[in-house]
């Protein structure tokens, strides 16, 4: 095949690797996986996860007074629970 | 299929896993915030793929949802890299989260 002025032959490997999960357990495998600390080559080891880290600072959400303006669905609820930290850690945010 | 465009006759592996899980949900939550970027038909399939990329600055993974025609309780999201940043912390998520709801008045600095 010649290529002529366009320069030497560019090669792309993908390669996909194929993993089964549940629901529950999807968010701890992907970031096993893809996460910035993850061992690629590593998977079956039993490394523990380091998932939590801590921030330099605490985010601030600068909406200053706004009001509820919709109606919240039940998904919405949900997400908002199930994302929930827990109880000591909530108080934080209000410091 | 997505690939990676290089110079010189180099050759670039990048991991790129392909998650096959039993939801009736499409997008899982995977502790990281996305952008959706793009969607097409596929052939062969009834179901749209949609793409989807990490909104951390600086950050380049990408990630796909496919749900399956020849079994339609499974959804695929192949992820292509590896973040450059921690997960957020909990806390952040839920802040994110209510931001998102905008019920939550805070005093200004």
């Known amino acids: 095949m010649s290529r002529g002025e366009r320069g030497p032959m560019k090669v792309v490997i993908i390669n996909t690797q194929y993993v089964e999960t549940d629901a529950t357990s999807f968010k701890s495998v992907v970031q096993k996986l ?14 523990p996860m380091k998932n939590i880290v801590s921030c330099p600072h605490h985010s601030r959400l600068g909406l200053g007074g706004a009001i509820l303006e919709r109606n919240w669905s039940i998904k919405e609820f949900d997400r908002l629970l199930k994302e929930m930290p827990p109880v000591d850690e909530l108080s934080r945010l209000w410091d | 299929m997505s690939g990676k465009k290089l110079k010189g006759g ?54 796909q949802v496919q749900r399956l025609t020849r079994d339609e309780s499974v ?20 802040e994110h989260i209510l931001s998102q709801m905008q019920i939550y008045p805070l005093p200004y600095n």
């Open chain 1, 34 to 47: 893809t996460g910035k600390d993850s061992v690629v080559s590593d998977y079956s080891s039993d490394h």
């Open chain 2, 10 to 63: 180099k050759k670039v592996r990048r991991p790129r896993f392909a998650f096959q899980t039993r939801s009736q949900v499409d997008i899982l939550d995977d502790g990281y915030r996305w952008r959706k970027y793009g969607q097409k038909a596929v052939k062969n399939n009834k179901f749209p793929r949609s793409y989807y990329r990490c909104t951390y600055q600086g950050c380049n993974v990408k990630k």
């Open chain 2, 75 to 94: 959804v695929v999201t192949t992820y292509e890299g590896t973040h450059t940043h921690p997960v957020e912390k909990s806390t952040d998520n839920f």
